[in-house]
């Protein structure tokens, strides 16, 4: 068919105003001052947080994201998974704006590709002045993210043809995740597992569990390993339990090695929240090569099962909590929980004094153990000049707080000795400096001042 220059022209003009109504208009007061998001900046923020390191075969999967980008491995990803599907044309536009109807799309559509999009009769009315405004392709969707609250609306409503802005997407990227999470409930508390994560886990508890413990997590493929080499113990696949204990409970933990368990929250009620890991490793396959190919999922959930404790502390609106567990960290623990522990304080000046009634001893070493934590020091030699002692004759172990380094610890016992440093908070006092103080009042008590 022969074309005219007249019917080229309008074919031309047709196709730029086609493209011209794909682009949304900025609407009046919808971004932010500090700038718009762009659909690779969304992308890449899916395939950061749920691709799990996946490498796409083909990073061709659009004709406009070079396979060197920045985006290449994420939009090759979102596309193998459907999530992101473009233009229709092969384009990506990876620089381009995304609006807030397309990014509950590519939200919506991996929320489906993890089971969690709606299931059965789901239509409902939005209760928004611009509802009627979303487009076909993104209604399912945006019901999806309002009912899930991913997404918070402006003042005008949904606007699901304005723009993201960058400080805004944080906002749905964080609620996104949560909307996702499976929720565990046991006592009045939460435990939330990312998607993606909770399908591999089994979290019923054990039999043998502690008394006070609220969850148990471990690999499910790790256990089936095991049974299917006949092995029909507890333990294999295990990555935490989160246990609830007492005020007494953990003053009696801390006076002693806590390996494998730590402390790390507490309530107002007094409770405290213990995390007990395995300290050997219970990863396990049928066959070393599954070990090999399996081996970056371990590291996976161990890296999740690490920041659990923080999420845990938020979701359910606790104050979080930290102890040491060195030996310096034992023995003060003894000195203040432990009426059985036998101890002297010494210096040059009187010598050896005894616990004497009406000096709160607990005080003294509390607030020694404020806002500081001990690492081991590598050094051969200690300062000269005075130091104060604590001593454990029953146990023939004792530390030595230096004068000139008051960051500075001996420990000394039968087998050899090491020394610790200490590293304080902002704000936090020196721990000679109260050990100082604490032998001054001792020495006064007992009549030597």
Same mark, same amino acid.
């Given at each position: ?9 309008s074919i031309a003009l047709a196709l730029v105003l086609a493209l011209a109504l794909c682009v ?44 060197? !980008?920045?985006?290449?491995? +994420?939009?090759?990803? %979102? $596309? ?5 599907? *473009?233009? /229709?044309? =092969? ?48 209604d399912e969707a945006m019901h999806w993210v309002v009912a899930n609250g991913v997404i918070t ?62 969850? !148990?997590?471990?690999?499910? +493929?790790?256990?089936? %390993? $095991? ?5 029909? *113990?507890? /333990?294999? =696949? ?129 607030? +020694? ?29 004792r530390f030595d707080f230096f004068g000139a380094d008051g960051n500075l610890i001996r420990r ?38």
């Amino acid at each position: 068919m022969k074309m005219t220059v007249k019917h080229a022209l309008s074919i031309a003009l047709a196709l730029v105003l086609a493209l011209a109504l794909c682009v949304p208009a900025l609407a009046d007061g919808a971004a932010p001052d500090d700038g718009l998001a762009t659909r690779g900046d969304l992308v890449k923020w899916l395939y950061g947080e749920f691709g799990n390191g996946a490498k796409p075969d083909n990073l061709h999967a659009f004709t406009d994201v070079p396979a060197d !980008s920045g985006e290449a491995e +994420a939009a090759a990803w %979102a $596309a193998g998974l459907g999530i992101a599907k *473009g233009y /229709g044309d =092969g384009r990506f536009g990876p620089a381009d704006l995304v609006t807030r109807e397309q990014a509950a799309a590519m939200f919506y559509r991996y929320a489906q590709s993890v089971g969690k999009g709606f299931r059965g009769m789901w239509m409902f009315r939005l209760d928004a002045p611009d509802a009627a405004e979303i487009s076909d392709w993104a209604d399912e969707a945006m019901h999806w993210v309002v009912a899930n609250g991913v997404i918070t609306e402006r003042a005008a409503g949904l606007a699901p043809k304005d723009f993201i802005g960058v400080n805004e997407l944080p906002v749905w990227m964080r609620q996104f995740v949560d909307a996702l999470s499976t929720k565990l409930e046991n006592g009045g508390y939460t435990l939330s597992i990312p998607a993606g994560i909770a399908e591999q886990l089994n979290t019923e508890l054990p039999v043998n569990m502690a008394e006070g413990t609220l969850f !148990s997590v471990a690999e499910q +493929a790790s256990i089936d %390993a $095991a049974r299917a080499k006949g092995y029909e *113990g507890d /333990g294999m =696949g295990w990555l935490f339990a989160i246990q609830k204990i007492s005020d007494a409970e953990a003053r009696q933990l801390l006076c002693g090695d806590m390996s494998g368990r730590q402390l790390f929250a507490k309530d107002a009620d007094g409770n405290h929240f213990l995390f007990c890991t395995p300290t050997d490793v219970r990863f396990d396959r049928e066959t070393t090569e599954q070990m090999m190919e399996d081996s970056a999922v371990w590291a996976q959930l161990n890296e999740w099962a690490a920041s659990v404790k923080d999420s845990f502390v938020n979701d359910n609106g606790l104050v979080p909590e930290s102890c040491g567990n060195t030996e310096l960290d034992i023995a003060l623990y003894r000195v203040a929980y432990d009426e059985s522990v036998k101890y002297t304080l010494s210096t040059t000046a009187f010598g050896p004094l005894e616990p004497v009634d009406g000096v709160d001893a607990a005080a003294y070493v509390l607030s +020694a153990l404020n806002g500081v934590t001990f690492a081991y020091a590598d050094t051969e030699a200690v300062p000269d000049g005075e130091y104060i002692v604590l001593n454990f004759p029953e146990t023939g172990e004792r530390f030595d707080f230096f004068g000139a380094d008051g960051n500075l610890i001996r420990r000394v016992t039968e087998y050899g000795e090491y020394c610790l440093r200490a590293s304080y908070e902002d704000g936090a006092v020196s721990i000679h400096d109260i050990m100082e103080e604490w032998y001054s009042v001792l020495a006064a008590a007992h009549g030597l001042k």
